[in-house]
């Protein structure tokens, strides 16, 4: 579900007027719901709510603090792939001991902190790391807890970009050498407590059977470990897809509305009622890795339009938000459905590229798109911007990263501020 509608002619997110929010905090602006955030949370949850599990958000998608706040106060974990992203949960009120670290180059720093700290599992993606974990602990005096991501070598069919899964790809252990790496850990690395398996296939799925086909080649194995060295979970990891293209309710019937809306077989009742029984059986702990499902269609971006460009090829809207705020559409060719603030009189639509200030010619957030006419000074709203949104910004072309709103019932709460001009040199010296 996601939370944005128009209401009297006005596009709202919960019970808050967007053009309110973007007057009063400018643009571009990420606004988030957290009721979508919460709705998304308890749906995972109640859907897996026969298994024993835990659902470890992963902090990636969307790390700003009141958003993991949110994540734990309703009971979640974490998933994190970096200390930074560990102080972040902690700072939010999230526990250690309901995170997993993942990812395929920790730092001495980094493990350090986390076994210090005391962190639920280390998710390991090859031999070396573990020796060097286990070196790690052994100078700590500590026992490290591990899991082993097992590469299961299945095509996720997303975005080459966002595949992880594949004997290609540099994450996890090769399917076939796993029972091997399990066997040294257990022989050669005294520091290291063997805990679990975890996998993780891809981003943005939009079919469940790339997932049971990953889920049905893992099981045996997973049986294997359990029997011999005692495993205590399995996480299946994360990567179920969103609708980035939405019929939006305008109450008096106007263009967008007649786009039909896309055709998406994955629900989260389609994901659960094909996995739940498969993971059933195996009587272990089960996590999830959510990171898109829980947070991209909770947010938007908001951007006005700065000018109009007609040229002999093509019309421009050249907004004030660019690649440097969203990077999705160039990096991944990410498709972002971006509407008005402000409903249309009629249905009449133009062609154009939505392009921002940066100079880089892969600087758009739309290419070829059927817009109602649109002007200067008009506000768009970028819609399913939840996840890799922010996260992925940056300060390229010396622009300050926008702010962040959260939004919860008819209230709204600045929860990031814009950075200033200062903030963005902050750090930096001037020869003497
Ligand atoms: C990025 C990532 C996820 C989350 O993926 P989504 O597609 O956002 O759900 C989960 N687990 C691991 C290990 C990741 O790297």
Request: aromatic residues 8%; charged residues 25%; negative net charge.
């Given at each position: 579900?996601?939370?944005?509608?128009?209401l009297?002619?006005?596009?709202?997110?919960e019970?808050?007027?967007?053009?309110s929010?973007?007057?009063?905090?400018?643009t571009?602006?990420?606004?988030y719901?957290?009721?979508?955030?919460?709705?998304?949370?308890?749906?995972?949850?109640?859907?897996?709510?026969?298994?024993?599990?835990?659902?470890?958000?992963?902090?990636?998608?969307?790390?700003?603090?009141?958003v993991?706040?949110?994540?734990a106060r309703?009971?979640?974990?974490?998933?994190?792939?970096?200390?930074?992203?560990?102080?972040r949960?902690?700072k939010?009120?999230?526990r250690?001991?309901?995170?997993?670290?993942?990812?395929?180059?920790?730092?001495?720093?980094?493990?350090?902190?986390?076994?210090?700290?005391?962190?639920?599992?280390?998710n390991a993606?090859?031999?070396?790391?573990l020796?060097?974990?286990?070196q790690?602990?052994?100078e700590?005096?500590?026992?490290?807890?591990?899991?082993?991501r097992?590469?299961?070598?299945?095509?996720?069919?997303?975005?080459?970009?966002?595949?992880?899964?594949k004997?290609?790809?540099?994450?996890g252990?090769?399917?076939?050498?796993?029972?091997?790496?399990?066997?040294?850990?257990?022989?050669?690395?005294?520091n290291?407590?063997?805990?679990g398996?975890?996998?993780?296939?891809?981003?943005?799925?939009?079919s469940?059977?790339?997932?049971?086909?990953?889920?049905?080649k893992?099981?045996?194995?997973?049986?294997?470990?359990?029997e011999?060295?005692?495993?205590?979970?399995?996480?299946?990891?994360?990567?179920?897809g969103i609708?980035?293209?939405?019929?939006?309710?305008?109450?008096?019937?106007?263009?967008?509305?007649?786009?039909?809306?896309?055709?998406?077989?994955?629900?989260?009742?389609?994901?659960?009622?094909?996995?739940v029984?498969?993971?059933?059986?195996?009587?272990?702990?089960?996590?999830?890795?959510?990171?898109?499902?829980m947070?991209?269609n909770a947010?938007t971006?908001?951007?006005?339009?700065?000018?109009?460009?007609?040229?002999?090829?093509?019309?421009?809207?050249i907004?004030?938000?660019g690649?440097?705020?969203?990077?999705?559409?160039?990096?991944?060719?990410?498709?972002?459905?971006?509407?008005?603030?402000?409903?249309?009189?009629?249905?009449?639509t133009?062609?154009a590229?939505?392009?921002?200030?940066?100079?880089?010619?892969g600087?758009?957030?739309a290419?070829?798109?059927?817009?109602?006419p649109?002007?200067?000074?008009?506000?768009?709203?970028?819609?399913?911007?939840?996840?890799?949104?922010?996260?992925?910004?940056?300060n390229?072309?010396t622009?300050?990263?926008p702010?962040?709103?959260m939004?919860h019932?008819s209230d709204?709460?600045?929860?990031r501020e814009?950075?200033?001009?200062?903030?963005?040199?902050?750090?930096?010296?001037?020869?003497?």
């Amino acid at each position: 579900m996601h939370s944005f509608r128009y209401l009297e002619g006005r596009l709202h997110v919960e019970n808050v007027d967007l053009e309110s929010l973007a007057e009063k905090y400018g643009t571009p602006l990420y606004v988030y719901s957290q009721g979508t955030i919460e709705d998304h949370f308890k749906r995972l949850d109640a859907g897996v709510a026969k298994l024993d599990h835990l659902i470890c958000y992963a902090v990636k998608a969307n790390s700003n603090l009141a958003v993991l706040q949110t994540i734990a106060r309703m009971g979640g974990g974490f998933d994190i792939v970096s200390g930074g992203e560990l102080f972040r949960v902690l700072k939010a009120g999230g526990r250690a001991a309901n995170c997993t670290f993942a990812g395929v180059g920790k730092t001495r720093d980094e493990i350090e902190f986390a076994l210090k700290e005391g962190i639920y599992c280390f998710n390991a993606e090859s031999e070396a790391e573990l020796r060097y974990i286990n070196q790690v602990a052994g100078e700590l005096g500590r026992k490290a807890p591990v899991a082993l991501r097992v590469n299961p070598n299945v095509d996720a069919k997303t975005h080459a970009k966002i595949t992880t899964g594949k004997s290609e790809n540099k994450f996890g252990i090769d399917f076939d050498r796993v029972l091997e790496a399990y066997a040294a850990v257990a022989n050669e690395c005294p520091n290291l407590e063997i805990r679990g398996i975890q996998m993780h296939i891809g981003s943005q799925l939009t079919s469940v059977d790339p997932f049971v086909e990953a889920v049905k080649k893992v099981i045996p194995l997973v049986e294997q470990i359990k029997e011999r060295h005692g495993i205590k979970f399995f996480s299946v990891g994360g990567g179920i897809g969103i609708v980035y293209k939405h019929m939006l309710d305008s109450g008096d019937a106007t263009w967008w509305s007649q786009e039909s809306a896309e055709k998406h077989p994955l629900t989260i009742q389609a994901y659960t009622d094909a996995i739940v029984p498969l993971l059933e059986p195996l009587r272990l702990r089960i996590l999830m890795e959510p990171g898109r499902f829980m947070v991209g269609n909770a947010g938007t971006l908001l951007t006005r339009v700065l000018y109009e460009k007609k040229g002999n090829a093509k019309t421009f809207k050249i907004v004030d938000a660019g690649m440097n705020d969203l990077i999705r559409p160039t990096l991944y060719e990410g498709w972002h459905q971006i509407v008005p603030a402000q409903a249309p009189a009629d249905n009449s639509t133009e062609l154009a590229d939505v392009v921002g200030p940066i100079c880089e010619t892969g600087d758009f957030l739309a290419q070829n798109r059927d817009l109602p006419p649109v002007k200067a000074g008009d506000l768009l709203a970028v819609m399913s911007a939840g996840a890799y949104g922010f996260t992925m910004a940056s300060n390229y072309n010396t622009r300050p990263l926008p702010a962040e709103v959260m939004v919860h019932g008819s209230d709204a709460y600045l929860v990031r501020e814009r950075q200033t001009l200062d903030d963005v040199v902050k750090g930096e010296r001037l020869l003497p």
